[in-house]
């Protein structure tokens, strides 16, 4: 009864740089001229950007694209494509718990696997030098490396304990490979972005890993 607020005024501005939206439509819907005109009207109306624009958006799976290394067969009239670097050099690739490696994820413990990375992100930020930054993300879901190393440095996590233990929380590792990656590049760019998605086994801010001002990530608040 007794309880009073004096009059104030307060301004707030949201810690984070640029709110963008990307919104799903059924495929059937994506061509809906009236649909997407009330979107843009409302993204506008709410000050919102476009999904990607101002600092670049890391596609789900760009992680893999430094390894990636295709040669195609046909064999009894059945196309086959084969990832050559897997076969060279398998150790560049997750280990799954029952020993073998996984083609689809990488090891990012992996010292030699981290420097064809820098490598690939560096020839690419030369070849387009109006870019404003360089994005990575894994696949989508939550792909893991049971290896030593990179069980060391996710710190034991687990992204939904205790809903779903079955899926480890890989932010500690995969942010520590993006330090090094902005670390690499930042003395030849150092106005350029390192971007990625904080989604999925990501959603967990790293807490042994402090993160640059040259990264940013985008929230995926799902």
């Not at 979107?39 to 760009?62: E, H, Q, T, V």
């Not at 060391?152 to 993006?178: H, W």
């Amino acid at each position: 009864a007794t309880l009073t607020v004096a009059a104030q005024d307060r301004i707030h501005r949201p810690a984070f740089p640029v709110r963008g939206f990307w919104y799903g439509l059924p495929a059937a819907r994506r061509s809906d001229a009236a649909a997407q005109r009330d979107m843009k009207l409302w993204m506008l109306c709410n000050r919102f950007l476009p999904y990607g624009s101002i600092l670049p958006s890391a596609g789900d799976g760009s992680l893999m694209k430094p390894f990636e290394s295709f040669r195609t067969s046909v064999s009894n009239g059945v196309r086959t494509r084969v990832n050559t670097l897997f076969e060279k050099h398998p150790e560049y690739f997750a280990l799954r718990k029952d020993g073998s490696r996984n083609p689809h994820y990488v090891c990012l413990s992996n010292p030699e696997a981290v420097r064809r990375a820098i490598d690939y992100a560096r020839d690419w930020l030369r070849a387009n030098p109006d870019a404003v930054g360089f994005g990575y993300a894994p696949p989508d879901g939550a792909p893991t490396c049971e290896c030593p190393g990179c069980i060391a440095r996710n710190r034991g996590f687990m992204q939904k304990q205790p809903a779903d233990i079955r899926l480890q929380d890989i932010s500690e590792g995969f942010y520590a490979f993006l330090q090094e990656l902005a670390d690499a590049l930042a003395p030849e760019f150092p106005d350029k972005w390192i971007t990625t998605t904080a989604y999925s086994g990501r959603i967990r801010p790293p807490e042994a890993t402090a993160l640059s001002s040259n990264l940013s990530v985008h929230i995926a608040l799902l």
